[in-house]
């Protein structure tokens, strides 16, 4: 059974950064696709970043140039450099191994002032 755990979020001003990790078991990990996820009050869970097992990248236009995705298959961890930070990157994040419908807990995310 797949189980991941995010941790790293936190309250940060307008302009700060965060870096989000998740750690994974159960999976083979560096065989897949794995991916950041986040989820705002009344939304719908949205893709942020994924991270092929090749290392190749895309990310959501709302995001480009301020966050980066990054793995360490050795550790089974996933990371998410979230950098320039605004009021509405405000949000749950949640990390995803391989597409699948395995969640774990989430990290709250929240910037404000």
């Known amino acids: 059974q797949v189980q991941l755990v995010e941790s790293g979020g936190g309250l940060v001003q307008p302009g700060g950064s965060l870096r989000l990790s998740c750690v994974a078991s159960g999976t083979l990990f560096s065989l897949f696709h794995v991916a950041w996820y986040r989820q705002s009050p009344g939304k719908q869970r949205e893709l942020v970043a994924a991270i092929s097992s090749g290392g190749s990248t895309n990310y959501a236009d709302s995001v480009k140039g301020r966050f980066t995705i990054s793995r360490d298959n050795a550790k089974k961890t996933m990371y998410l450099q979230m950098n320039s930070l605004q009021p509405e990157d405000t949000a749950v994040y949640y990390c995803?191994?391989?597409?699948?419908?395995?969640w774990g807990q989430g990290t709250q995310v929240t910037v404000s002032s």
């Open positions: 995803n191994v391989g597409w699948s419908d395995d």
